[in-house]
């Protein structure tokens, strides 16, 4: 079985005044939710050292039809609701494709 990822997802989230605690701990259930996802190599909530406001989680995903079945999941979606009160505007994601 090959684990390198032909997807690499970086998501970040601002945390609304007073939140950031939450919000990271809310991401960090929503880290270990995506690395249980058939398909998804691994998942991490991190810090960024570009942007002291932002709370980070970075996937590795084997494809991107895992990552869009992950993200039309009830897990997906519950971990979406879990964060969406803490934030102070909404998420961003970029994808990486290894070459």
């Known amino acids: 079985m090959t684990t390198r990822a032909s997807v690499v997802v970086v998501s970040r989230f601002h945390p609304a005044p007073g939140c950031r605690e939450g919000l ?3 991401i960090a259930e929503v880290a270990e ?5 058939g398909g998804c190599y691994g998942a991490r909530a ?3 050292d ?3 406001d932002a709370l980070v989680c970075v996937s590795r995903w084997e494809s991107d039809d895992a990552r869009e079945v992950f993200e039309n999941s ?3 979606t519950a971990g979406r609701d879990g ?3 803490f934030l102070a505007r909404p998420a961003t994601e970029e994808r990486f494709r290894p070459y």
């Open 50 to 52: 570009q942007d002291s």
């Open 24 to 26: 990271r701990a809310a």
């Open 74 to 76: 009830s897990a997906a």
């Open 83 to 85: 964060c969406a009160h």
């Open 33 to 37: 939710l995506t690395a249980a996802a």
């Open 46 to 48: 991190c810090e960024s």
